[in-house]
Each structure stands twice: as structure tokens, then as C-alpha cells.
């Protein structure tokens, strides 16, 4: 089977083609290095040529709420009509956990808007939504930053390992499309507030994390209903705390 993987060599995209490549199937890591532009649409035709499968695990450069519509409208308009062309069976996509319940949320907006260009395409699609990574930790600090610490809200978060993400995509990369959409998530659901601390804790950071119910996630207010799935998800296998046991510690200073 030829797949080719939008985004093969980020953080998802290089885990994909890794696992797929060693269970034997042909597979294109098409990314801006490769020459393949999903804004301009160069390189498209002649990667998707023999393409059964696309992947796409590709990301907007920016996650300001403009930049992100415009590249997930464009880059979704230009893959979508290559693969039309060059009679590809199977989309898969990946999203994220709760998009229509953080509405307030631009980058959530801008994926809502790929996912519907998925669903009017006429491609046999499969598209997963993943809750947040355990790698998008620092980030996460970082939008939460308030002085010397952090504020953060103790709503539930059930983070999820990029390796088993990875898996997931792969996994249905060679299944038949489901023509719907599935869900994935960590394999357990804790406060945020919680996690973070854990997160300080095994980086040996000092900094502290003050619980604030009203602190926004990216400019919205969250509760426990907000960061996990609404109801049946398939569940990552590794845990936050074998993940944090393998991550680098800061050096002392």
C-alpha cells in the first residue's frame, strides 16, 4: 500500500512513517523540505500520483486566529482537489478533542473549518481527534504564565503520549475509512493543575502553580467537560507518569 504522510517529518508525521515503513508499506514523508507547498499546491500532483492513502498530520505555521483559518482552508482546499485528481481512497485526518465546545478558541475554529472541507469532499475520509500531548506541556506553561508561576484552571485534562497518537493514525491509515469520526485520548483524566505540577516536579522547576478556576486556556474558560472526549474514545497506553519518567531533567543552574 502507498501512503503518503502531509507532514511526515513533525512530531506526529515522523512517528507515523516510522511505524508504518516498518510494518512494510510504501510511504512518501511529504513536507516543505520535500518541496511539496500545501498553500501554493506545488508538489502536490506528483507525491499523491500512486497515493491509495493521504495522511495528513499537517499543522498551520501560526496559531493566531486568521493565519490558522487561511492555512487550514487553502492547504485543505489544494490537498483535497490533488487527491480527487489522482483518485486517492482513503483521507485521513487529524484534529482535536472538543473543538465546537471551546468556541472561543480561533484555532479550534480553523480546524472545524478543515474538518467540514473533509466531510463535503466526496473522499472516503477517516478523521481522529486526539486530546492535547503530553509534549505539549511547556507550551501549555508557557499560556500560563503569571509572574514567576503559572495560573491554571484544575479542569479535567487527559493529555495523550505523541507516540501513542502516532500508533492510532497508523493504525487507521490501513483500515477501511470510517467515513465518521473517532476519538483518542490519554489513558487517564486528571486536573490540569494537578498534571502541571507533576510536569514542575519531574523537571526539577521551582516555579509553582496557583489554581484558579477562572484562568482561560488560550482565552477561554474551561471546565471538566471541555479538554476530554464526550464519550467513547480509544485510550493511549502509556501513562503520564512512565512519560514523565522519560523526559529530560533541567541541569542545575
Given at each position: 500500500?502507498?501512503?503518503v504522510v ?7 508525521g ?13 510511504v ?14 506545488k508538489?502536490?500532483?506528483?507525491a ?7 495522511v ?15 492555512f487550514f482552508?487553502?492547504a ?9 485528481t ?8 487529524l ?5 465546537e465546545?471551546?468556541p ?5 475554529r ?8 473533509i466531510?463535503?469532499?466526496g473522499i ?7 486530546t492535547?500531548?503530553f ?18 484552571p484544575?479542569?479535567?485534562y ?10 492510532t493514525?497508523?493504525?487507521?491509515a490501513v483500515?477501511?475509512p470510517?467515513n ?6 490519554g ?6 493543575d494537578?498534571m502541571a505540577?507533576?510536569y514542575?516536579a ?25 479538554l476530554i472526549p ?10 503520564f507518569?512512565d ?11
Amino acid at each position: 500500500m502507498e501512503i503518503v504522510v502531509i507532514g511526515g517529518t513533525g512530531l506526529i508525521g515522523s512517528k507515523v512513517v516510522n511505524r508504518l515503513r516498518g510494518e512494510g508499506h510504501e510511504v512518501v514523508a511529504a513536507s516543505l523540505e520535500s518541496g511539496i507547498n500545501l498553500l501554493t499546491g506545488k508538489g502536490l500532483a506528483g507525491a499523491l500520483a500512486d497515493a491509495q492513502v493521504v495522511v495528513d498530520v499537517a499543522n498551520s505555521p501560526s496559531f493566531e486566529a486568521r493565519a490558522a483559518m487561511e492555512f487550514f482552508k487553502t492547504a485543505g482546499h489544494n490537498l483535497l482537489a490533488a487527491e480527487r485528481t489522482a483518485g486517492v481512497q482513503h483521507h485521513v485526518a487529524l484534529s482535536i478533542v472538543g473543538l465546537e465546545r471551546l468556541p472561543d478558541v480561533g484555532y479550534f475554529r480553523a480546524k472545524i473549518a478543515q474538518e467540514s472541507l473533509i466531510k463535503a469532499s466526496g473522499i472516503p475520509h477517516t478523521i481522529l481527534r486526539s486530546t492535547q500531548f503530553f509534549e505539549f506541556f511547556p507550551a501549555l506553561l508557557q499560556a500560563a504564565a503569571d509572574g514567576n508561576g503559572f495560573r491554571i484552571p484544575p479542569a479535567l485534562y487527559q493529555p495523550i503520549a505523541a507516540e501513542d497518537v502516532a500508533a492510532t493514525v497508523a493504525e487507521l491509515a490501513v483500515a477501511s475509512p470510517l467515513n465518521a469520526t473517532t476519538e483518542v485520548a490519554g489513558p487517564e483524566a486528571r486536573p490540569m493543575d494537578e498534571m502541571a505540577r507533576k510536569y514542575l516536579a519531574a523537571t526539577q522547576d521551582k516555579r509553582q502553580v496557583t489554581t484558579d478556576a477562572g484562568a482561560l486556556y488560550y482565552g477561554s474558560r474551561i471546565d471538566d467537560r471541555s479538554l476530554i472526549p464526550a464519550g467513547k474514545a480509544r485510550l493511549g497506553s502509556i501513562r503520564f507518569s512512565d512519560w514523565l519518567g522519560s523526559i529530560p531533567r533541567r541541569k542545575p543552574a
